[in-house]
């Protein structure tokens, strides 16, 4: 018990969830499919086409338009044969990272995997949710700096509820220009695995067919996760999927492993 009176307009809309859950998107009423359901004449979807769209993909957008200032510290005292190794790890905000990475390595990956958040509802991740406020301001806003101007890990994050009104659009707001960046690194025979599971497989495919072209799909592999299964609706899920995409439908993954000089990126 809150102590707070019954919410009118929550009330309501959950009625009509309940009677048409084909006209409420993320908490909110879809006027045109509504008309259409319940049989009004002469209705007529804008846009009428297959096409990707949520909350927020125009700022989405800005966010991938954005140039940034930032650089790599190398840091020797915390790595490992740091003159002599092959390997580099990078810490770091990977929307930034992915940017950094443009200008010296455009074209030149092999292979790229990445293990991004679920989207559960408990998953903490920085999605674009205001472009009113200069960049000082939502540093400040999102966590506090250190002594030589970088951002602190602590406030960086926030939780996407699947209580929020844009619970997907905060995801694909996330996703998209990583993805579409991520792209822009492979190489013309590169391809890319994506770990994901039921939250937003079918968000994710919709996204990398736009992105990637849905002509490079090559394959979504199903991994099983746990052996024992777990309780999920009283169905024993056992299982996740890697969806894997090229950047030329001609690619032959078999080459993959028989190249000696390729660039391998890992993101979690």
Request: hydrophobic share 35%; aromatic share 12%.
């Amino acid at each position: 018990m809150t102590g707070e009176s019954l919410n009118i307009i929550q009330d309501q809309l959950e009625k009509l969830r309940q009677l048409f859950p084909e006209t409420v998107i993320e908490g909110k009423i879809d006027w045109e499919k509504l008309q259409a359901i319940i049989g009004k004449e002469n209705i007529e979807f804008r846009n009428e086409r297959y096409v990707l769209n949520w909350a927020g993909k125009s700022d989405a957008f800005k966010v991938l338009q954005q140039s940034t200032t930032a650089t790599l510290k190398p840091a020797p005292e915390e790595s490992i044969n740091f003159d002599t190794t092959e390997n580099v790890f990078i810490e770091g905000e990977n929307l930034e990272v992915l940017k950094v990475l443009q200008k010296a390595y455009y074209g030149k990956i092999k292979c790229i995997i990445i293990d991004p958040p679920y989207n559960t509802g408990n998953d903490s991740f920085i999605y674009p949710d205001s472009f009113k406020e200069s960049k000082e301001d939502y540093q400040k806003r999102i966590g506090e700096k250190d002594e030589e101007g970088y951002l602190l890990k602590e406030g960086m994050f926030r939780r996407n509820s699947k209580d929020s009104g844009h619970y997907h659009s905060n995801w694909l707001s996330m996703m998209y220009p990583r993805l579409f960046l991520a792209k822009d690194l492979l190489r013309d025979d590169g391809v890319i695995f994506i770990h994901i599971d039921d939250n937003e497989v079918h968000n994710l495919r919709m996204v990398m067919d736009e992105i990637f072209g849905e002509e490079n799909f090559f394959a979504q592999v199903i991994v099983r996760s746990i052996s024992r299964g777990q309780t999920y609706k009283q169905i024993a899920k056992t299982h996740e999927y890697i969806l894997v995409y090229t950047k030329n439908f001609e690619t032959d993954l078999n080459e993959l492993e028989k190249d000696e000089n390729k660039y391998c990126i890992a993101n979690a």
